[in-house]
């Protein structure tokens, strides 16, 4: 008792030498876990060789990784040369450099260009350029900077990671060389009435709110549509004067370009991984004011036109509005000159959509990035006497992701839970050369799904090759909770795995990536379905055959939805958990709902009804929230919980883990609370990524009293 006692008021202090030294060895592989080099873009150009069948391919490919004893997530560019014949692939020449953030990066001209957006900050002022750099050399050719021109705020930043978070990626015509971007309308400088200006300047009061797109966008309220002439430097911004948001711009031709219009009245709700708000498709010309929306399938959630290289027709991809924030898309084909819509294929969790999709100049063959089950492959499509066939470029064991084409050139990452992320240059016929060697972790992975969640989600065991020896298990919980954990490299699984851990990874009922009459189940259910789902993997991962997991000694963890079910778990099930450790987790769905930037999750949550912009927390709506949130289930709780809250969260408001916080607190059950000022839903920055696995690690070793780390 008395020696609890101290370790809570002087915890370092009470630390033993060979706990120090483990703690560093903690560390020491923390630090090491996150620094791994993770691709982000790529560009390839190719050359053929005269007199032979052969070709050169360069690829260009930023990579980036958190140093967390500089405190900052770090970039270097990698530039690579492959010789490609009949007879297979080699790498001749390798040569890497660093670089600053860089947000966006396109090719152009068979990847013979590259177009970057780069923002640079300094004393909190944010700077964007533009640059223009010669793909074969990795070098910069010409540098603009656009915020100087004063004619629109911030770029929208899609970060091409994922061209579904932002409002449009970068993108160049040809023949014009004019770049399209998305970014913030001009808004005067905010003032008080005190303070002087020119008498010629808009007033903006530096204390009225403006209405933004919430979680890590909250600097964007109005966007407008730029265009760069990339020879003179000239920038154009177009503000159509409309209650819409407009994103996704993709040329047509010289003067003409499609876009998306978002709907954002009476006011806007969180953006960000919420793809189900209705939009239209729209046509704008350079020069006019105006815009035409195209006749297109409504009301739908439409995203990122792209027009065939021939311009006849548009790709655009949709989903019902309204309920689960991530949905299977249809693909579809918008003909401009019969202004009608047909359907090319249905249902795909589509986990990116290149700047530019086309694999030929007929626009038959296009390709993209999708989710199935728990893995991630490239797909392409295409159309051959008005059919459309589709094919997976998978890998073995992994997932992949495509990063880049050119001709039958294919740039693609691939990474799994016991492999570091690499890049491969391939060709459609199935020819591949490494650029880049992954890391081999010494883990092994089982899928090992019950019967009765087949097809609808899925259970994954990851844990250390050897089993010759009881494990504790650790429960990991994908937030969303439309969301998926793919067979693909992840920091914290790779931690919690090396350091002895057996890992049991459940995709519930209502993730993305499987059927949707299960992605749709769970609405209505949560608190539930998707708890029962986890708890009932659990116990059948425990029993799987080859795996010597200790079943007294079982943590659990989980950020948002994950955090969710977590607490849902230590609640409902209190002799289970020996520990736990959450991120940002949802505590009270009744509370909740007035302060998020997502209300319309809250209500689909609860009622499985879509949100109407009217709906408050009335006292009916909240005693149903309240008795499918983990906060109903507090006083049964006796596992030790940890939490991690980023105060800048606009999706999950620092208040939730607060409240649950304190209600252990109040009830003598031991708990801990770290808060990051400067983060926001994700944690991802490099002080909260490096402490929350190290806390948390020493969280709940102590708790499953485990040895120290030698």
């Known amino acids: 008792m008395f020696s609890s006692l101290i370790y809570k008021v002087f915890p370092m202090y009470f630390l033993s030498f060979l706990q120090i030294m483990s703690l560093k060895r903690v560390t020491r592989w923390a630090s090491d876990v996150l620094a791994t080099p993770i691709p982000q873009f790529a560009a390839v150009s190719t050359k053929t060789l005269e007199g032979s069948h052969s070709e050169v391919a360069n690829v260009t490919s930023l990579w980036s990784h958190i140093d967390v004893h500089k405190s900052c997530e770090q970039y270097h560019v990698r530039s690579d040369a492959v010789h490609v014949s009949p007879d297979g692939s080699k790498l001749l020449s390798s040569v890497s450099f660093p670089t600053d953030a860089i947000l966006q990066i396109i090719a152009i001209r068979d990847g013979a260009t590259i177009v970057m957006h780069r923002r640079k900050t ?72 005190f303070e002087t200006r020119k008498e010629e300047d808009a007033f903006a009061n530096k204390y009225q709110k403006v209405d933004n797109f919430g979680e890590q966008l909250s600097d964007f309220s109005s966007t407008v549509i730029c265009v760069l002439d990339l020879n003179s430097g000239e920038v154009e911004a177009h503000d159509f004067d409309s209650e819409m948001a407009f994103g996704d711009p993709y040329w047509m031709n010289e003067t003409d370009f499609l876009a998306v219009a978002f709907e954002t009245y009476p006011y806007r709700l969180g953006y960000r991984f919420c793809f189900n708000k209705v939009s239209r498709l729209v046509k704008c010309s350079l020069g006019k004011k105006g815009f035409e929306i195209l006749p297109t399938v409504t009301p739908k959630h439409i995203r990122c036109p792209k027009v065939s290289p021939d311009g006849s027709w548009a790709m655009i991809v949709a989903n019902e509005p309204h309920g689960p924030h991530h949905q299977a898309r249809d693909i579809l084909r918008y003909n401009f000159a019969s202004k009608s819509v047909e359907m090319l294929s249905t249902h795909h969790f589509i986990e990116s959509l290149p700047s530019n999709p086309w694999l030929d100049q007929s626009g038959n063959s296009f390709w993209m990035t999708v989710n199935q089950k728990d893995l991630t492959h490239p797909l392409v499509f295409s159309l051959h006497d008005g059919q459309l066939q589709e094919r997976i470029l998978s890998a073995p064991d992994c997932s992949s992701k495509g990063l880049a084409t050119v001709g039958a050139s294919f740039v693609v990452s691939l990474s799994s839970f016991s492999t570091t992320p690499r890049i491969e240059l391939r060709n459609f016929t199935d020819r591949k050369c490494a650029l880049s060697i992954s890391n081999e972790h010494e883990l092994k992975t089982e899928v090992c799904t019950p019967d009765w969640l087949e097809g609808s989600g899925s259970c994954m065991l990851v844990g250390p090759s050897s089993q010759d020896k009881l494990r504790p298990v650790l429960l990991c919980l994908h937030g969303g909770p439309h969301a998926v954990q793919t067979n693909s490299f992840s920091p914290l699984i790779v931690f919690f795995a090396k350091l002895g851990f057996n890992i049991v990874i459940v995709n519930y009922r209502g993730s993305s990536g499987f059927t949707k009459e299960s992605l749709h189940s769970l609405g209505g259910k949560v608190g539930s379905l998707d708890v029962k789902d986890c708890y009932d993997c659990l116990q059948h991962a425990l029993k799987i055959p080859g795996w010597s997991s200790d079943e007294r000694k079982v943590a659990v963890t989980g950020g948002s939805h994950g955090g969710f079910l977590s607490l849902h778990l230590i609640g409902q099930y209190p002799d289970t958990f020996k520990a736990c450790v959450v991120r940002n987790p949802v505590t009270n769905i009744g509370t909740m709902m007035s302060t998020t930037d997502i209300p319309d999750w809250c209500v689909y949550g609860v009622l499985d009804s879509p949100y109407d912009f009217k709906q408050i927390s009335t006292p009916q709506f909240y005693n149903e929230a309240y008795r499918m949130s983990p906060i109903s289930h507090v006083d049964s709780v006796k596992t030790p919980t940890q939490f991690h809250i980023g105060q800048c969260d606009l999706r999950v408001p620092p208040g939730q883990g607060r409240e649950y916080h304190r209600a252990l607190l109040g ?16 944690l991802a920055s490099p002080e909260a990524s490096g402490n929350f696995l190290v806390s948390g690690y020493q969280w709940i070793s102590r708790h499953l009293k485990l040895p120290d780390v030698e």
């Open 667 to 682: 009830r003598g059950v031991e708990t801990e609370l770290f808060e990051y000022p400067k983060d926001s839903h994700g």
């Open 122 to 193: 300094e004393d909190e002022k944010k700077t964007d350029y533009i640059e223009v750099w010669s793909g074969a050399a990795a070098a910069v050719v010409k540098s603009y900077n656009v915020t100087e021109s004063e004619k629109h705020g911030l770029i929208h930043s899609s970060s091409n990671r994922n061209a579904f978070l932002g409002f449009g990626d970068l993108q160049v015509h040809e023949s014009t060389n004019k770049l399209l971007y998305v970014a913030e309308k001009k808004r005067p400088n905010a003032s008080t009435f």
